[in-house]
């Protein structure tokens, strides 16, 4: 009698280790924002510091605006002046057109051409005063989102190249569990399926949905050849492991008192449906089964 029902409970045991949808294999996932200047300079302020919460749109940092500055008075400058050779250009040229038969067919053809010139002349100058307040308004930089300024802020005096990542800020929307399942569970695991995600050292747990299931992984034992033919390695493991598929998991919400790091392990478990027959334990702080649960699940 006692060693038919250790028989089954280690066959429950071995078969839900091998096939229920679980993982110690988890991570929280984070979309990371690297954030560059449009325009080039000395950084000349500083808003922030190391690991400080942000608001969208919030000055990040400011780069040298004086040479900024002097370019766009320059682009406001040419503006006036071509403004005031258009209105000229426009006089002659209606003068032209009031004279009538006294003044030549190629003069008031020769003003009219001016005057179009000088109006396109206009209208790129006004291009160039846009860009030069484009440039002035780009010496500031701003936070594209709600999160945190990841580890690493600027320091004034530093020397910005125009699309070099000077700094990164981590979405505290874009917060998810990615875990790593073996192939041989991946039937169990269905897209808008409860979740729960024990992370390492923590005593409460989180909650989401399965959101999506990686479409592929990259295949180890294949390769492409200069001449575009499948390079195949000839050696075979006798040992084959499953490979492991990303899934991730939305949360549901984030406990006040629990700081998310992208980054930190989790455990994560798919909840099945009550009637499937599927033992599911839980963890508390740690990654080994409650062994009382399972005996008490039977």
């Given at each position: 009698?006692?060693?038919?029902?250790?028989?089954?409970?280690?066959?429950?045991?071995?078969?839900?280790?091998?096939?229920?949808?679980?993982?110690?294999?988890?991570?929280?996932?984070?979309?990371?924002?690297?954030?560059?200047?449009?325009?080039?300079?000395?950084?000349?302020?500083?808003?922030?510091?190391?690991?400080?919460?942000?608001?969208?749109?919030?000055?990040?940092?400011?780069?040298?605006?004086?040479?900024?500055?002097?370019?766009?008075?320059?682009?406001?400058?040419?503006?006036?002046?071509?403004?005031?050779?258009?209105?000229?250009?426009?006089?002659?040229?209606?003068?032209?057109?009031?004279?009538?038969?006294?003044?030549?067919?190629?003069?008031?053809?020769?003003?009219?051409?001016?005057?179009?010139?000088?109006?396109?002349?206009?209208?790129?100058?006004?291009?160039?005063?846009?860009?030069?307040?484009?440039?002035?308004?780009?010496?500031?930089?701003?936070?594209?989102?709600?999160?945190?300024?990841?580890?690493?802020?600027?320091?004034?005096?530093?020397?910005?190249?125009?699309?070099?990542?000077?700094?990164?800020?981590?979405?505290?929307?874009?917060?998810?569990?990615?875990?790593?399942?073996?192939?041989?569970?991946?039937?169990?695991?269905?897209?808008?399926?409860?979740?729960?995600?024990?992370?390492?050292?923590?005593?409460?747990?989180?909650?989401?949905?399965?959101?999506?299931?990686?479409?592929?992984?990259?295949?180890?034992?294949?390769?492409?050849?200069?001449?575009?033919?499948?390079?195949?390695?000839?050696?075979?493991?006798?040992?084959?492991?499953?490979?492991?598929?990303?899934?991730?998991?939305?949360?549901?919400?984030?406990?006040?008192?629990?700081?998310?790091?992208?980054?930190?392990?989790?455990?994560?478990?798919?909840?099945?449906?009550?009637?499937?027959?599927?033992?599911?334990?839980?963890?508390?702080g740690s990654s080994r089964p409650s062994w009382s649960w399972f005996l008490f699940?039977?």
């Amino acid at each position: 009698m006692f060693l038919a029902l250790a028989i089954f409970i280690a066959w429950r045991l071995c078969s839900y280790y091998m096939l229920a949808p679980w993982t110690r294999d988890g991570h929280i996932y984070a979309d990371t924002v690297r954030l560059s200047a449009d325009v080039p300079g000395i950084i000349t302020a500083v808003y922030v510091t190391d690991n400080q919460p942000v608001k969208r749109g919030q000055p990040l940092f400011v780069i040298d605006q004086s040479r900024y500055d002097l370019a766009r008075q320059q682009a406001e400058a040419e503006v006036q002046r071509r403004l005031v050779a258009t209105d000229q250009a426009r006089r002659e040229y209606m003068r032209n057109v009031g004279l009538g038969d006294l003044v030549s067919q190629e003069a008031l053809e020769e003003s009219r051409e001016r005057l179009q010139s000088d109006e396109s002349d206009l209208v790129y100058s006004r291009t160039l005063l846009n860009v030069a307040n484009l440039n002035v308004g780009r010496t500031v930089v701003t936070s594209p989102v709600d999160g945190y300024v990841n580890d690493k802020a600027p320091h004034v005096g530093e020397y910005v190249e125009r699309g070099s990542p000077i700094v990164s800020v981590v979405d505290a929307s874009s917060f998810s569990a990615v875990r790593y399942f073996e192939e041989t569970k991946l039937n169990g695991i269905r897209l808008g399926q409860s979740a729960d995600i024990y992370v390492v050292g923590e005593q409460v747990p989180l909650h989401g949905r399965v959101k999506s299931i990686a479409a592929a992984v990259e295949d180890r034992e294949r390769t492409e050849s200069p001449n575009l033919l499948p390079n195949i390695d000839p050696n075979f493991a006798w040992v084959r492991l499953e490979q492991r598929i990303p899934v991730r998991v939305t949360l549901d919400g984030t406990p006040d008192n629990l700081r998310l790091v992208a980054g930190r392990t989790a455990t994560v478990f798919i909840n099945e449906a009550p009637n499937s027959g599927a033992i599911q334990w839980r963890l508390r702080g740690s990654s080994r089964p409650s062994w009382s649960w399972f005996l008490f699940s039977l």
